[in-house]
T-cell receptor, first 114, second 113 residues
Framework: GAGVSQSPSNKVTEKGKDVELRCDPI?????LYWYRQRLGQGLEFLIY????????KSGLPSDRFSAERTGESVSTLTIQRTQQEDSAVYLC????????????FGQGTRLTVV | GDSVTQMEGPVTLSEEAFLTINCTYT??????LFWYVQYPGEGLQLLLK?????DKGSNKGFEATYRKETTSFHLEKGSVQVSDSAVYFC????????????FGQGTTLQVKP
């Protein structure tokens, strides 16, 4: 596709439910990032995939959060037993290999836990 | 670990005023540095970047110079417009081969006519 695609764009879920957020990166981009942006806050790093290397999971806030990526394609961020503090916009980005390259962001998934 | 610190906002300016948004970083090696912008209702997009010391990134009238001696990457524009109203994020690409992007907290700029 032309850009990074995230789905759903909005998700309202009840506290305690599990949710899955999907990210389709730009074709050919080996790096993929997940960030969380709470209302009025900056971008909080969650997880980073680079090719076939082991992902950098250092930003995941708890063991309720996990993410997978199949090869250099789609990634899924899963939040188990959601809590109200999980409410935020979850952003996905991808970039070509190389640390000086631009990251292209999706429009995000707005998650609301009620 | 690596980190980025930005000046707190919001910053409110009149049209045609001079803009500076301060950004400093902490890194053990030689990161690449970026400014991203988030216009109202839109996704983040790259504004400019610099990959080594003394490089100057520029775009849309904005500039930032990679200053290794002061570990800074301040964003400047000589004459802001209402359309520049947005949230600006400073970021670095982490040292080593990971390439992980680390962002500052963001600075909201509001330009009034």
């Amino acid at each position: 596709g032309a850009g990074v695609s995230q789905s759903p764009s909005n998700k309202v879920t009840e506290k305690g439910k599990d949710v899955e957020l999907r990210c389709d990166p730009i074709s050919g981009h080996t790096a993929l990032y997940w960030y969380r942006q709470r209302l009025g806050q900056g971008l909080e790093f969650l997880i980073y995939f680079q090719g076939n290397s082991a992902p950098d999971k250092s930003g995941l806030p708890s063991d309720r959060f996990s993410a997978e990526r199949t090869g250099e394609s789609v990634s899924t961020l899963t939040i188990q037993r959601t809590q109200q503090e999980d409410s935020a916009v979850y952003l996905c980005a991808s970039s070509p290999r190389g640390r000086s390259t631009e990251a292209f962001f999706g429009q995000g998934t707005r998650l609301t836990v009620v | 670990g690596d980190s980025v610190t930005q000046m707190e906002g919001p910053v409110t300016l009149s049209e045609e005023a001079f803009l500076t948004i301060n950004c400093t970083y902490t890194a053990t090696g030689y990161p690449s540095l970026f400014w991203y912008v988030q216009y109202p209702g839109e996704g983040l997009q790259l504004l400019l970047k610099a990959t080594k010391a003394d490089d100057k990134g520029s775009n849309k009238g904005f500039e930032a110079t990679y200053r290794k001696e002061t570990t800074s990457f301040h964003l400047e524009k000589g004459s802001v417009q209402v359309s520049d109203s947005a949230v600006y994020f400073c970021a670095l690409s982490a040292t080593g081969n990971t390439g992980k992007l680390i962002f500052g907290q963001g600075t909201t700029l509001q330009v009034k006519p």
